[in-house]
């Protein structure tokens, strides 16, 4: 948004504000380097006189600190530290990369923002999800014990039993007896964490990856082994050389349509990793969020393995809503009572509400029919967002499939996130999707909220003004 010119506060008063916002929500990371003065002038249309005042508000309340011949950058904050902003929000001292996305997604309006981790609610079908909750609500049936009673402690019976039909359909023998649901697939990771490891455990990840998985494995206090994604999966080279070093006890990825790069496993790979597995006795955790997205018949490493040292994770927030925040995992039955366990201790149980809503959904047939036109409305804004990000001279590091896809732009995405946000839009920058936060020209676009113009024409013409 621009700055208001006759506005009672001065412009440099309005633009440090503007910064000390973006960093009390944790949108500026510690370490983040802020605009040059010159660059910064220019794109707020302001003199450079403006820019040095701001900066040095921010520098005086400790949000920010200058580096010789460098620049300015946002301050790491110390524990116990004072300032003089007193809406500062409490230092984390875990790594923060996921909570600038985390927090961007919960603020940006879908239509502004490409770099969105959720289908547009436009998208959603409002009208199953509350026909669907009106048949749970329906007088008899026992619909009185799901309203007023806890759930049952592994979920819902209904909804584990559709889905061990539906893991069927992937090729997963699963009975409902090693199903447990959570709390959305995040929780169901969470839980599969403090079950099967121990701080200071070795954990393989995928490089790039999801930002919110590298953040809570390191608050776990586990090591991360960043293997590099390539097309078919993971570098199996580094991975074998990976295992010999750390002697990792778990793999975290997701096989099926890889967030952020869109790529899927090869039948190939599948089986060296589960070779790995089975030699260096490591376990294999395989999130498959975006199941509903990808051909039932894709190599998933849970299928090929039979839950022997494989997990799998799912949920249903990213096809149905957001909002309905149910999730589950599928194990082997040594590890399904303590995972139970684990859960009570830490949700006592999930909505049996929301759990039979979306049992109702799959038995009806009505996810599947909702899933086919997400799918129809997704092939065609793919191709509307290839054609405009190839227009721009953006450039597909991974042929694009899915709901994302992983793009060079030809400048830091860091700093160009910082400019777009300036005016509105929310992008995904590389650095969020890498293990040790490195900068790099790259980030995600999500093809569903990626289809405007305007914003493929700003891309091109800021990073223009940047070379």
């Known amino acids: 948004m621009p700055l208001i010119r006759k506005a009672s506060q001065p412009l440099a008063q309005q633009l440090a504000e503007r910064f000390a916002e973006r960093i009390q929500q944790r949108l500026l990371l510690p370490g983040a380097r802020l605009p040059s003065v010159r660059e910064c002038a220019r794109h707020h249309g302001v003199s450079p006189y403006t820019v040095v005042a701001a900066y040095d508000q921010l520098l005086a309340s400790g949000l ?33 990369d996921a909570t600038a996305l985390i927090r961007g997604m919960f603020l940006a309006d879908a239509k502004r923002a490409p770099g969105l981790g959720t289908l547009p609610a ?204 149910v999730g589950y995992l599928a194990a082997n039955p040594a590890w399904i009572e303590k995972l139970t366990n684990l859960k009570l201790l830490s949700s006592l149980t999930t909505s049996p509400l929301l759990e039979r809503a979306v049992a109702h959904c799959l038995e009806q047939g009505q996810l599947r029919r909702h899933a086919d036109r997400v799918l129809t409305l997704l092939d065609a804004a793919r191709q509307r967002s290839m054609k405009l990000a190839e227009a721009a001279g953006c450039r597909f590091m991974a042929p694009p499939q899915g709901l994302f896809g992983w793009v060079d732009v030809g400048m830091d995405t860091e700093r160009l996130a910082q400019l777009m946000l300036d005016e509105g839009w929310l992008t995904a920058p590389g650095m969020l999707f890498s293990a040790s936060r490195q900068s790099s020209t790259l980030m995600r676009i999500n093809f569903a909220t990626a289809q405007d113009a305007l914003f493929w024409r700003r891309l091109q013409t800021l990073r223009a003004a940047a070379t």
């Open 64 to 96: 920010l600190e200058a580096r010789k011949q460098r620049g300015f950058f946002v301050r790491e904050r110390q524990a116990g530290a004072t300032s003089r902003q007193p809406t500062q929000p409490a230092p984390q001292s875990v790594p923060v």
């Open 122 to 325: 436009e998208w959603l079908d409002l009208p199953m999800l509350q026909a669907a909750m009106r048949q749970v609500l329906k007088a008899g049936g026992g619909s009185e014990q799901l309203a007023l009673h806890y759930g049952e402690p592994a979920g819902d019976a209904r909804l584990r039993r559709a889905l061990g039909l539906r893991l069927a359909d992937l090729g997963i023998a699963c009975p409902a007896e090693q199903i447990v649901t959570t709390v959305g697939a995040t929780h169901a990771l969470d839980l599969i964490t403090r079950t099967l490891l121990q701080p200071g455990d070795a954990v393989l990840v995928d490089d790039p990856g999801w930002a919110i998985e590298f953040a809570r494995l390191t608050q776990a206090g586990m090591r991360l082994l960043p293997v590099p994604r390539c097309a078919n999966g993971p570098d199996l080279a580094v991975m074998e050389r990976l295992i010999e070093q750390h002697r990792p006890r778990m793999y975290v990825t997701v096989s099926v349509l890889h967030n952020p790069t869109g790529n899927s496993l090869s039948l190939a790979n599948a089986h060296q990793i589960l070779r790995m597995a089975e030699q260096a006795d490591f376990q294999i955790v395989e999130d498959d969020t975006y199941a509903f997205l990808a051909p039932n018949h894709a190599p998933r490493l849970s299928a090929l393995d039979g839950l022997r040292r494989s997990i799998y994770v799912s949920g249903f927030s990213k096809i149905l809503t957001p909002a309905w925040r």
